[in-house]
């Protein structure tokens, strides 16, 4: 016998014992009961037999189910299952596939906003942001006037626009929240002003020298009827 023909006999040798073995702890995992109490898992021989024969990433998705079913019997009361090691693992990988898949549509729904948001944001240019005190005729004393200047920057006419304008103290912290809108259409390029008149004592005690204003779109509509909106930003309009 060639010592080529010698070594492809030991290959296949080999591979038949690879085989066999792979048989055997399948077998054993499909017909091994997971012990109900897992705190008696160490002491149970057959269990500890079948779980030193399996692969590092099935031991692995087996202690998870096994710590899964724990908490969940611990909360609820109701005895663990009784299945097999083998039911156990796929039980495991499918709630781990499940969870990983979930994750992953709300990674891509993070995302999709994120773009919205910067198509946003992209769309317009907010300046001459300003906030003063109210001195037309007709208003309260503590009446503010907010007021901005939009420029539209896409290739769209825009049909409305509204914009949300914050103002801060000296330290960051919130003084009001103004909206303001305007359903003029803004050709490309072209620029409009928004203003309004609000309740602004917080922001006059505070003093205007000491009050920093800054205002983003929320939502711009635009005459095709397609539309930008910012997610999830709720201000009074």
């Known amino acids: 016998?060639?010592?080529?023909?010698?070594?492809?006999?030991?290959?296949?040798?080999?591979?038949s014992c690879s085989l066999l073995l792979c048989s055997a702890v399948a077998i054993a995992s499909s017909t091994v009961i997971l012990p109900a109490n897992p705190?008696?898992?160490?002491?149970?021989?057959?269990?500890?037999?079948?779980?030193?024969?399996?692969?590092?990433?099935?031991?692995?998705?087996l202690v998870?189910?096994?710590?899964?079913?724990?908490i969940g019997s611990a909360i609820t009361g109701v005895p663990t299952a009784n299945i097999t090691i083998?039911?156990?693992?796929?039980?495991?990988?499918?709630?781990?596939?499940k969870k990983k898949a979930r994750q992953k549509e709300i990674e891509e729904k993070e995302r999709a906003e994120e773009a919205k948001a910067q198509a946003l944001t992209n769309a317009v240019a907010i300046e001459n942001i300003k906030i003063e005190k109210a001195t037309e005729s007709g208003y309260r004393e503590g009446a503010v006037k907010v007021s901005v200047t939009v420029r539209n920057l896409t290739e769209k006419p825009i049909a409305g626009v509204k914009v949300g304008v914050r103002a801060n103290d000296i330290f960051g912290d919130s003084l009001g929240s103004y909206g303001l809108k305007s359903a003029t259409s803004?050709?490309?390029?072209?620029?409009?002003?928004?203003?309004?008149?609000?309740?602004?004592s917080k922001v006059l005690e505070?003093?205007?020298?000491?009050?920093?204003?800054?205002?983003?779109?929320?939502?711009?509509?635009?005459e095709d009827r397609s539309e930008l909106k910012k997610p999830g930003m709720i201000i009074g309009f």
Do not use: C, N, W
Request: charged share 25%; aromatic share 8%.
């Open 1 to 15: 016998m060639s010592k080529g023909d010698t070594q492809m006999r030991f290959s296949k040798l080999i591979l």
């Open 39 to 61: 705190t008696a898992a160490a002491e149970d021989q057959e269990f500890q037999k079948a779980f030193r024969e399996l692969p590092d990433a099935e031991k692995q998705l």
């Open 64 to 70: 998870h189910y096994m710590m899964r079913s724990a």
């Open 86 to 97: 083998a039911e156990a693992i796929a039980d495991q990988k499918a709630f781990e596939d």
């Open 186 to 200: 803004v050709q490309p390029q072209g620029e409009i002003t928004l203003d309004g008149h609000y309740e602004g």
């Open 206 to 222: 505070a003093g205007l020298s000491k009050v920093s204003v800054s205002a983003e779109p929320i939502h711009i509509v635009f």
